[in-house]
């Protein structure tokens, strides 16, 4: 028998008990179902995982830091026997800087400029920390959400506000756009040797300014700290809110928390605020170069990340990559996702189940049907197929339907959690996706599911005796 | 009309439709072992009308079985136009039911959820004839049964005699060369009995259609059969003693 006739006698045949076989496609539908709602979420919780993280520009980045400073601020605790080197410790000035910048697929090496401090708005005081962000920082995915725009240049006196601190500022963060704010802050101010000698005498000035002799001849080449010593001068600087944005990108550990204030790094590095280095390399008499607590090195591809790695560990830094974080919750999400796809499956056996009795029911109730089409020129094949074809035609119809339910199932999870959130006053997420090769594959196990399950009532009936079977009433 | 006449029973079969050599089917009750069919040996012409006469149990109407290779003998032979219907596979047997004989059964056997137009066209579905030939060949078997106007009608909305009609019509839409018809009038009052009998004796007239029909009723074999074969537990009667079947 010819496909289109078989397909048309399952069609008739599903038809004529159709509540039985409706109530099986529903069984199959909700299996399948599960299977979808199961499988989008675990990829849709993974997917929000790594868009996150990704988001937060950490998956191209190694943290370059001294071996010392691994020691003495731990650093990730994992990452610290394998970065500890045997080499001694080398210092993470602007030589070590520009030696990171000609490691090959290295695209930006920049130190991380973050700094506590005090903030004028509309006459009010507001405490924040200031955080300086690359340019590079803005194809991140941080800023895509963004209301308003990215830095419209390097040097630009313009400010971008995390969304907390704007609420801070104000309840309409949108109005905040366009608006002038006053960032005052303590500058660096480099002591001549003269001055420095001075102030070694004096006692009054002894705990805001300290002279080094040994840097003090490097002080006539240039803007640097002539003498090692520095003074803090209080400043001031108006800055143009230009944009909000939902969090910071990770552009360096964040030692001093979350900057909430993000300002262009090269207005960052021009301020000379005092770092929490400067007080030990000045002690330890490192004062002639600057020196920095940490540098990033944005790498070209998150694949060149362990290479870079690897290179910048033999030159004699600590590093710290999103690397070994990452590979864990790829563990994690592949395990979860594959509970998440056995409980599917659970569903959508027992729903096949369900196949195998509706059609072992069929053949009793059409035992005599089968004898008169054997009787009238059926070959057993042609009774087999008819079985496999309304069977794989629930399967099919069971997996479209299954993954329409299940993609209802994902959004009313989405919609309920996001209700959820709103009362926390949190963004909305979507916690399922669904892919397309996620419902060729539901409508594909549902559809081979399904013809498995018919195959031992088709097979039944294909052996049916024509003559028992035209008997039988 | 001849009587129990065996035809050839070795050599070929030139000018049978279908013969039987020696054929016996056995089935296993319990211990015992029933012998509904045993050791017959009949040959029918092309185009000869055949009544299988016998009391309930006698074995014809699985011989009629055997004969539609709904059934496979447990030993001897049978020929369907030189073919061993004992020999074949279950696929062939299939063709066999499809293309060479048509059947008509005592209970009419239409698929009650199908149209008359839809039940007459099943076997042309199952014989993969081309779609576009179909609809001519219903016609045409339904106007041989004068059933045209019922054509969308279910089974339910037919009288017994038409059923029994449209069940002619469905055995005649693939041009087989042999009819076989089990009791064709078993559940038809005796007015509808003699018109379905009539309309067979007409089918074997003008296509020259050669038929087998089991029966138990002598009266009418007798009046639109070639020939009588009377079989009696399992075996066939022979001629002259057939006379004592009722």
Same mark, same amino acid.
């Given at each position: 028998?010819?496909?289109?006739?078989?397909?048309?006698?399952?069609?008739?045949?599903?038809?004529?008990?159709?509540?039985?076989?409706?109530?099986?496609?529903?069984?199959?539908?909700?299996?399948?179902?599960?299977? /979808?709602?199961?499988?989008?979420?675990?990829?849709?919780?993974?997917?929000?995982?790594?868009?996150?993280?990704?988001? &937060?520009?950490?998956?191209?980045?190694?943290?370059?830091t001294t071996q010392s400073n691994m020691r003495a601020f731990g650093g990730p605790p994992r990452a610290l026997p394998?970065?500890?080197?045997?080499?001694?410790?080398?210092?993470?000035?602007?030589?070590?800087? *520009?030696?990171?910048?000609?490691?090959?697929?290295? /695209?930006?090496?920049?130190?991380?400029? #973050?700094?506590?401090?005090?903030?004028?708005?509309?006459?009010?005081?507001?405490?924040?920390?200031?955080?300086?962000?690359?340019?590079?920082?803005?194809?991140?995915?941080?800023?895509?959400?963004?209301?308003?725009?990215?830095?419209?240049?390097?040097?630009?006196?313009? !400010?971008?506000?995390?969304?907390?601190?704007?609420?801070?500022?104000?309840?309409?963060?949108?109005?905040?756009?366009?608006?002038?704010?006053?960032?005052?802050?303590?500058?660096?101010?480099?002591?001549?040797?003269?001055?420095? &000698?001075?102030?070694?005498?004096?006692? &009054?000035?002894?705990?805001?300014?300290?002279?080094?002799?040994?840097?003090?001849?490097? &002080?006539?080449?240039?803007?640097?700290?002539?003498?090692?010593?520095?003074?803090?001068?209080?400043?001031?600087?108006?800055?143009?809110?230009?944009?909000?944005?939902?969090?910071?990108?990770?552009?360096?550990?964040?030692?001093?928390?979350?900057?909430?204030? %993000?300002?262009?790094?090269?207005?960052?590095?021009?301020?000379?605020?005092?770092?929490?280095?400067?007080?030990?390399?000045?002690?330890?008499?490192?004062?002639?170069?600057?020196?920095?607590?940490?540098?990033?090195? #944005?790498?070209?591809?998150?694949?060149?990340?362990?290479? /870079?790695?690897?290179?910048?560990?033999?030159?004699?830094?600590?590093?710290?990559?999103?690397?070994?974080?990452? *590979?864990?919750?790829?563990?994690?999400?592949?395990?979860?996702?594959?509970?998440?796809?056995?409980?599917?499956? %659970?569903?959508?056996?027992?729903?096949?189940?369900?196949? /195998?009795?509706?059609?072992?029911?069929?053949?009793?109730?059409?035992?005599?049907?089968?004898?008169?089409?054997?009787? %009238?020129?059926?070959?057993?094949?042609?009774?087999?197929?008819?079985?496999?074809?309304?069977?794989?035609?629930?399967?099919?119809?069971?997996?479209?339907?299954?993954?329409?339910?299940?993609?209802?199932?994902?959004?009313? %999870?989405?919609?309920?959690?996001?209700?959820?959130l709103k009362r926390q006053e949190l963004p909305a997420i979507d916690i399922s996706s669904i892919h397309w090769w996620?419902?060729?594959?539901?409508?594909?196990?549902?559809?081979?599911?399904?013809?498995? !399950?018919?195959?031992?009532?088709?097979?039944?009936?294909?052996?049916?005796?024509?003559?028992?079977?035209?008997?039988?009433? | 009309?001849?009587?129990?006449?065996?035809?050839?029973?070795?050599?070929?079969?030139?000018?049978?439709?279908?013969?039987?050599?020696?054929?016996?089917?056995?089935?296993?009750?319990?211990?015992? =072992?029933?012998?509904?069919?045993?050791?017959?040996?009949?040959?029918?012409?092309?185009?000869?009308?055949?009544?299988? =006469?016998?009391?309930?149990?006698?074995?014809?109407?699985?011989?009629?079985?055997?004969?539609?290779?709904?059934?496979?003998?447990?030993?001897?032979?049978?020929?369907?136009?030189?073919?061993? =219907?004992?020999?074949?596979?279950?696929?062939?047997?299939?063709?066999?039911?499809?293309?060479?004989?048509?059947?008509?059964?005592?209970?009419?056997?239409?698929?009650?959820?199908?149209?008359?137009?839809?039940? +007459?066209?099943?076997?042309?579905?199952?014989?993969? +004839?081309?779609?576009?030939?179909?609809?001519?060949? +219903?016609?045409?078997?339904?106007?041989?049964?004068?059933?045209?106007?019922?054509?969308?009608?279910?089974?339910?909305?037919?009288?017994?005699?038409?059923?029994?009609?449209?069940?002619?019509?469905?055995?005649?839409?693939?041009?087989?060369?042999?009819?076989?018809?089990?009791?064709?009038?078993?559940?038809?009052?005796?007015?509808?009995?003699?018109?379905?009998?009539?309309?067979?004796?007409?089918?074997?007239?003008? =296509?020259?259609?050669?038929?087998?029909?089991?029966?138990?009723?002598?009266?009418?074999?007798?009046?639109?059969?070639?020939?009588?074969?009377?079989?009696?537990?399992?075996?066939?009667?022979?001629?002259?003693?057939?006379?004592?079947?009722?």
């Open positions: 028998m010819k496909l289109r006739d078989l397909t048309e006698l399952a069609a008739r045949n599903l038809r004529e008990a159709v509540l039985r076989n409706s109530l099986t496609t529903l069984g199959i539908a909700v299996g399948v179902a599960s299977l /979808v709602a199961m499988l989008s979420l675990g990829v849709g919780l993974q997917e929000l995982a790594s868009t996150r993280l990704s988001r &937060s520009g950490l998956f191209d980045a190694v943290f370059v394998d970065r500890v080197a045997t080499q001694p410790a080398r210092k993470l000035d602007d030589d070590a800087r *520009k030696q990171l910048g000609e490691v090959k697929n290295v /695209v930006e090496v920049y130190p991380e400029v #973050r700094f506590p401090t005090e903030v004028q708005f509309e006459g009010e005081s507001y405490r924040t920390t200031v955080a300086g962000i690359p340019a590079s920082a803005r194809g991140d995915g941080a800023f895509d959400e963004m209301k308003g725009a990215f830095f419209s240049g390097p040097e630009a006196n313009e !400010a971008i506000l995390q969304i907390e601190f704007a609420r801070d500022l104000s309840k309409q963060t949108d109005s905040l756009i366009g608006k002038e704010l006053l960032l005052r802050y303590a500058e660096k101010e480099p002591l001549f040797a003269d001055e420095a &000698s001075e102030n070694a005498a004096g006692k &009054s000035a002894a705990r805001h300014s300290v002279p080094n002799d040994s840097a003090a001849k490097d &002080s006539a080449a240039d803007d640097a700290p002539a003498s090692g010593g520095f003074s803090l001068v209080p400043r001031e600087m108006k800055l143009r809110i230009i944009g909000v944005v939902e969090t910071e990108p990770a552009t360096g550990f964040g030692g001093f928390g979350r900057g909430r204030l %993000l300002i262009p790094l090269q207005i960052a590095q021009n301020l000379r605020i005092a770092q929490p280095t400067d007080m030990r390399e000045m002690l330890r008499g490192n004062t002639g170069k600057p020196t920095y607590e940490t540098l990033t090195v #944005r790498v070209n591809s998150p694949k060149a990340v362990q290479v /870079v790695e690897d290179t910048i560990k033999g030159m004699g830094f600590g590093t710290f990559s999103i690397l070994d974080a990452t *590979k864990n919750m790829v563990l994690f999400f592949t395990v979860f996702d594959s509970l998440l796809l056995i409980f599917g499956s %659970l569903a959508l056996t027992v729903a096949s189940l369900g196949i /195998v009795n509706t059609l072992v029911m069929a053949i009793l109730e059409r035992r005599r049907e089968i004898g008169i089409l054997k009787a %009238l020129g059926a070959a057993d094949r042609d009774v087999r197929r008819l079985f496999f074809v309304e069977a794989g035609a629930m399967g099919l119809l069971g997996g479209v339907l299954g993954v329409a339910m299940g993609w209802l199932i994902g959004r009313a %999870l989405t919609i309920g959690t996001n209700a959820y996620m419902v060729a594959l539901a409508i594909g196990v549902s559809f081979f599911v399904s013809l498995a !399950a018919g195959m031992y009532p088709a097979s039944r009936a294909a052996r049916l005796n024509p003559v028992e079977a035209l008997r039988y009433e | 009309m001849r009587n129990n006449s065996v035809g050839e029973m070795t050599g070929n079969s030139n000018g049978f439709a279908i013969r039987t050599e020696r054929v016996s089917r056995q089935y296993a009750m319990g211990e015992a =072992l029933v012998h509904a069919v045993d050791d017959v040996s009949i040959a029918v012409q092309a185009g000869e009308f055949v009544a299988l =006469l016998g009391s309930s149990g006698s074995g014809k109407s699985t011989l009629l079985n055997l004969l539609a290779g709904l059934d496979r003998p447990s030993s001897g032979a049978i020929y369907a136009h030189d073919h061993n =219907l004992a020999e074949m596979t279950s696929q062939e047997l299939a063709h066999h039911r499809s293309h060479t004989v048509g059947m008509v059964f005592q209970a009419f056997n239409l698929l009650p959820r199908m149209t008359l137009e839809e039940n +007459v066209e099943l076997p042309l579905r199952l014989a993969e +004839v081309d779609r576009a030939e179909r609809p001519a060949r +219903v016609r045409e078997a339904v106007e041989r049964v004068s059933l045209a106007a019922r054509l969308t009608h279910r089974p339910s909305e037919l009288s017994g005699g038409e059923q029994q009609r449209a069940a002619l019509a469905r055995a005649l839409v693939n041009r087989p060369t042999i009819l076989l018809a089990d009791e064709p009038t078993g559940n038809l009052d005796s007015v509808t009995g003699d018109a379905i009998m009539h309309l067979l004796q007409e089918i074997n007239r003008n =296509l020259r259609m050669t038929i087998v029909m089991v029966t138990h009723d002598k009266a009418r074999a007798a009046r639109y059969a070639h020939r009588i074969i009377t079989m009696r537990d399992g075996k066939l009667v022979p001629e002259g003693a057939s006379d004592e079947i009722a």
